[in-house]
């Protein structure tokens, strides 16, 4: 009895240890504008988004994104995004095939190496490695079939204040560059993925230094507006 106790109790730390989920609260000009909701598996990430308040009457959006990937390097295996913006509907899906090095959208297959990330896959990165694994290192990464590079920054350590805790993070800058041979898919409406990768944003992440190193705080300067997002609860 007491082995199998001693068992599920192991279950259980995993399962809170790998899988934990994260909310956020989105705000630019210090309005509420949009509620996050990121889970982080050993190999998978959701990250849903829906739009409150006086955006929401404005731009109602709700998406979801699902990323499954390879826990050794965190190459894209398998994406899906469900958008709903206003009256506009669709859906996205792609599928890497390793043994020819190929990803799948729907109507497109393109050339992409096996340690291929998305902005989602970098994401779950951030906060399952170290600083050393991740300063200054270009990844490349699939946006919705158009080819980018990524990086991490390391800036400095720095406190972030939560409600009446204070965070000891690692603080990032994320910098995402188009490559000269950029491949698109056709248009797709979706704020996020269009926005995120402008060359005119200016990305910073604050990643917890200790414990489940979930990501703290973000902020996105783009077009003069600081958008912020903050862990709702520590």
């Known amino acids: 009895m007491e082995t199998i106790m001693k068992r599920l109790l192991y279950i259980l730390f995993l399962c809170f240890w790998f899988i934990h989920a994260q909310d956020y609260k989105i705000t630019f000009f210090g309005l509420p504008a949009v509620d996050v909701n990121m889970a982080v598996d ?18 109602p959006t709700e998406n979801q994104y699902t990323v499954t990937y390879n826990s050794s390097h965190f190459g894209l295996l398998n994406y899906e995004k469900k958008i709903k913006q206003g009256t506009n509907k669709y859906k996205l899906a792609a599928a890497y095939y390793p043994e020819d090095s190929t990803l799948h959208y729907e109507q497109t297959t393109l050339k992409r190496v096996p340690e291929i990330q998305t902005i989602f896959t970098l994401l779950a990165r951030v906060q399952k490695e170290s600083v050393e694994a991740l300063d200054t290192k270009w990844f490349p990464m699939d946006h919705d079939g158009e080819l980018f590079s990524a990086r991490f920054l390391w800036a400095d350590t720095s406190t972030i204040s939560i409600a009446n805790s204070t965070i000891l993070c690692d603080h990032y800058r994320l910098d995402i560059k188009a490559q000269d041979d950029v491949t698109s898919t056709p248009e797709q409406s979706d704020y996020f993925m269009n926005n995120i990768v402008s060359p005119e944003a200016v990305r910073q992440i604050w990643v917890e230094k200790n414990g489940l190193r979930r990501i703290i705080q ?9 958008i912020i997002a903050k862990i709702d609860h520590v």
């Open 42 to 59: 050993v190999n998978k990430i959701n990250f849903s988004v829906q739009t409150v308040g006086l955006i929401n009457l404005i731009w």
């Open 218 to 226: 973000a902020t996105v300067n783009i077009y003069g507006i600081k």
